[in-house]
């Protein structure tokens, strides 16, 4: 009680108060420097940024930086407060270190999901509304998450998977699309004039299409002679997810094209099979 009544006393309370108020200040400017830091050189502005993210993606990478950024500013600041306190901080930031180890063993998957979901969103892998193919999944993506992806498929179905699962992504959403159309044509045909059906095709097609196609549609000619038949290809760019589009719109017109010219159908394909002449064997018995 008597140490209470000296001014040395109120003088060593007046310092440790003093430096606790000012470890939180400390704490709290450094995190909003390190929020103005992040909101300057990583978030989108309209001119001058150091680093570019797509505004689908950069909420959620913001929000997942500034977590950690805040946890580990307060973690620090929390040691230092409890060390005016004179209380050993040596055996908590050790016993922190053996339960973050317990939890990343046990957690492993987890933090696999975690950091493959991290750096899914720092690349610019996919975005939400990017078509994917994702292993043997296929769809519109309708949400990214730092653990999971959600996955739409053309029939509906939500397919939920786990970040760390996904090992090959193929982006049908960026640049320029191709679309491919091949023409089975038979060798009894005029092949000038189908030809010709194939360009005026082409020719309606890309006056139709003009504002999904980048280039052509093409008439690559006779790619292929089959025995029953040659094939003919036509190819186009486009703009992303429209290539189907372009190449529905082909077939039709080459069709419509092709009965009205009353060009001859090809030959349907040889089979073979029990009682079946195969190729060389023709006149022999089975």
């Known amino acids: ?24 200040a400390v704490a709290i400017v450094v995190i909003r420097l390190l929020f103005l830091a992040l909101d300057r050189f990583i978030l989108p502005r309209a001119a001058g940024k150091t680093l570019y993210f797509g505004e689908k993606r950069v909420l959620t ?11 580990a500013v307060y973690f620090v600041a929390g040691v230092m407060v409890l060390q005016e306190f004179h209380i050993d901080t040596t055996s908590l930031v050790a016993g922190a270190g053996i339960i973050g180890l317990a939890i990343g063993v046990g957690a492993q998957n987890l933090i696999k999901d975690f950091m493959t979901g991290f750096f899914i969103v720092l690349e610019d892998q996919y975005a939400v509304g990017d078509y994917i193919v994702c292993d043997s999944l296929a769809g519109t993506v309708e949400e990214i998450g730092f653990r999971v992806t959600r996955l739409r498929d053309f029939n509906g179905v939500l397919h939920i998977i786990p970040n760390g699962t996904i090992s090959r992504v193929a ?7 191709q679309a491919l159309v091949n023409v089975p044509v038979s060798y009894a045909a005029d ?11 082409c020719a ?4 139709e299409a003009a504002a999904v ?6 008439l690559v000619g ?8 040659l094939v003919v290809r036509v190819i186009a760019k486009t703009r992303p997810l429209e290539q189907w589009k372009i190449e529905v719109a082909l077939r039709e017109r080459i069709k419509r094209l092709f009965d009205a010219a ?18 060389g064997q023709e006149g022999k018995e089975a």
């Open 1 to 24: 009680m008597d140490n209470l009544l000296t001014l040395d006393f109120w003088w060593a309370v007046a310092g440790h108060a003093a430096k606790i108020v000012i470890i939180v």
């Open 61 to 71: 990478l913001s929000s997942l930086l500034k977590s950690v950024i805040s946890y």
């Open 171 to 177: 982006n049908w959403t960026r640049g320029q699309m």
């Open 191 to 201: 092949l000038e004039q189908v030809l010709a059906l194939v360009r005026q095709a």
């Open 204 to 207: 309606e097609v890309k006056d």
């Open 213 to 218: 196609l980048l280039d052509g549609p093409t």
């Open 222 to 229: 006779v790619v292929d002679m089959r025995p029953e038949y």
């Open 262 to 279: 009353k060009v001859p159908p090809p030959l349907p394909p040889l089979r073979y099979g029990p009682g079946a002449a195969g190729p």
